[in-house]
């Protein structure tokens, strides 16, 4: 059975894999507009890799600048069939401290101007999200943060907030009143396309900070944000090694029928579909519209 393909999105340091061969920078068109940088196609251990930096190489774009849609779009269009994410976030528990690496299974979104939907006028479809992400992609990461003796947790509740600005201690202290475990600015609303796009998808987050509502860290600094990610720039290069040739031995489709999430979603009736609509999502729901497509 044919090996998937697999994505990452992070920051700029995670393309500089030891052992990435057959390195190629590919620009991807994409309906939706442009993503944030070319993808960087390559291969680890005979696993077929696409990597796209999500703001950009050089960070150039704010969280809020990004084409989510863009970015899945072109990633799909790359033959991406599991998509890991990894990011920087801030902590809301006392022992998801700096360093740890939280494998993520729920979203809480506070965004507020984003398009979070590849589905408006002329297509309409309704996704399930009330579970956002790919459990056996997230055991895998999970599996290999332990082996390589990381501190990690499997499980956790992520809070999108827009940004770029950090937290109010008001919206801190609401939102882990909220039970919620981690916040961050770029898993909403990427988690939500890539389920509309059949992908497989799990995020990392690692903990830079403790937001602003721990008394003895009360204010969020980018410098102490950058020095952290730098840190665990090598432990994620490393876990992103472990993690591609598992996804070498999965079986087709995935059990969790992530990739098969358009199966019943599609609202629209056929003849009422709008045909440039429909070719706009040629890639991220070719599987379920062909029959409309003449």
């Excluded at 894999?17 to 944030?36: A, T, V, Y």
């Amino acid at each position: 059975m044919a090996s998937g393909i697999l994505g990452i999105l992070g920051g700029s340091g995670l393309y500089e894999i030891e052992g990435l061969s057959n390195r190629e920078w590919i620009k991807i068109e994409s309906p939706f507009g442009d993503p944030s940088d070319e993808l960087l196609f390559g291969e680890l251990d005979g696993q077929k890799l696409v990597f796209l930096p999500r703001h950009g190489r050089g960070h150039t774009l704010s969280p809020g600048a990004v084409n989510y849609r863009a970015n899945i779009d072109a990633l799909k269009r790359a033959g991406v069939t599991e998509l890991l994410s990894l990011s920087a976030v801030g902590s809301f528990k006392e022992e998801l401290s700096p360093g740890t690496f939280v494998v993520i299974d729920q979203f809480v979104d506070r965004t507020r101007n984003r398009e979070r939907s590849f589905f408006h006028e002329g297509v309409v479809a309704h996704v399930s999200m009330a579970h956002p992400t790919c459990n056996r992609l997230a055991d895998s990461a999970f599996e290999a943060a332990q082996g390589l003796g990381l501190r990690a947790v499997r499980g956790g509740t992520y809070v999108g907030m827009e940004g770029p600005q950090f937290s109010t201690l008001a919206e801190s202290k609401l939102y882990k009143s909220w039970d919620c475990d981690i916040i961050g600015m770029t898993n909403v609303p990427e988690a939500f396309l890539a389920r509309e796009a059949e992908i497989c998808y799990a995020t990392v987050g690692m903990v830079t900070d403790y937001d602003c509502w721990h008394p003895d860290h009360d204010a969020v600094q980018v410098a102490d944000i950058v020095r952290v990610l730098l840190e665990n720039a090598d432990n994620a290069r490393s876990l992103v090694k472990k993690v591609a040739p598992e996804v070498t031995s999965f079986a087709r489709p995935c059990p969790h029928s992530c990739q098969r999430s358009l199966e019943d979603a599609i609202i629209t009736g056929e003849e009422a579909r709008d045909p440039a609509v429909v070719l706009m999502l040629d890639a991220v729901a070719g599987r379920v519209l062909k029959s409309n497509q003449h």
